[in-house]
């Protein structure tokens, strides 16, 4: 099956500064590439995500690129903010199939 | 909409106790999912259904049953309750298994 993995499991940022994770999948027929945002007690709830066929997508702050040559894919988060302390998951899936998720980066935005 | 609820939020069980976790949601989605949080392990997959009375297994499915009969509701069995089993549970529905996914607020379980 799916493998992804994801990179740093920990990442602290000053205020205003960027942060990027980073993630690789193993399948080269995943199609679909979702982000999600978790809170501490809470469910996930996706903030951007990228199909195959485009390259960058981008959400005010927020943007993903992917790279199906390499098979990875990052997330960009620009001018940060204390409230973007969050656990953040990449996940890979197929059409008709599973989704897989990566182990998680814990950010942390220093006021 | 109330999007994905779940029951109970939380949960003892004695070791060998049964139970269901129930999950239902209202925006007609046909792909509904259920997930294991573990501290370092990311969401694993332990069942699927891409739609009413077709459910498949995930990454972890040992000592979990379930069954979709309808498109709202997707139960998870434990069958045997076991300590490694203690974990916080999400259920999750999405139109398929390329589209948003929705996360409900999630189940905690304590296995003693």
């Known amino acids: 099956g799916e493998n992804v993995e994801q990179h740093p499991s920990t990442l602290s940022v000053q205020e205003g500064d960027s942060a990027v994770i980073k993630c690789t999948y193993s399948?080269?027929?995943?199609?679909?590439f979702p982000w999600y945002k978790q809170e501490l007690g809470k469910g996930p709830q996706l903030i951007i995500d990228?199909?195959?066929?485009?390259g960058e997508k981008k959400d005010q702050r927020i943007a993903v690129t992917l790279n199906k040559t390499a098979k990875h894919f990052s997330l960009h988060i620009t001018e940060t903010q204390p409230e973007d302390s969050a656990v953040y998951f990449c996940a890979a899936s197929i059409t008709g199939n599973q989704f897989y998720f990566g182990t998680g980066t814990s950010l942390t935005v220093i006021p | 909409n109330a999007g994905v609820t779940q029951t109970p939020k939380f949960q003892v069980l004695k070791t060998g106790q049964s139970m269901t976790l129930q999950c239902a949601q209202d925006m007609n989605h046909e792909y509904m999912s259920w997930y294991r949080q573990d501290p370092g392990m990311g969401l694993r997959l332990i069942h699927y259904?891409?739609?009413?009375?077709?459910?498949d297994q995930g990454e972890v499915p040992n000592g979990y049953n379930v069954s979709r009969s309808t498109t709202e509701d997707f139960p998870l069995r434990l069958l045997s309750a076991a300590p490694s089993q203690t974990s916080v549970y999400f259920c999750?529905?999405?139109?398929?298994?390329?589209?948003?996914?929705?996360f409900g607020p999630g189940t905690r379980l304590l296995v003693l």
């Open positions: 990228i199909r195959s066929n485009v």
């Open positions: 399948d080269s027929a995943s199609n679909y």
């Open positions: 259904s891409v739609g009413a009375g077709i459910t």
């Open positions: 999750a529905s999405s139109l398929d298994s390329t589209e948003t996914q929705y």
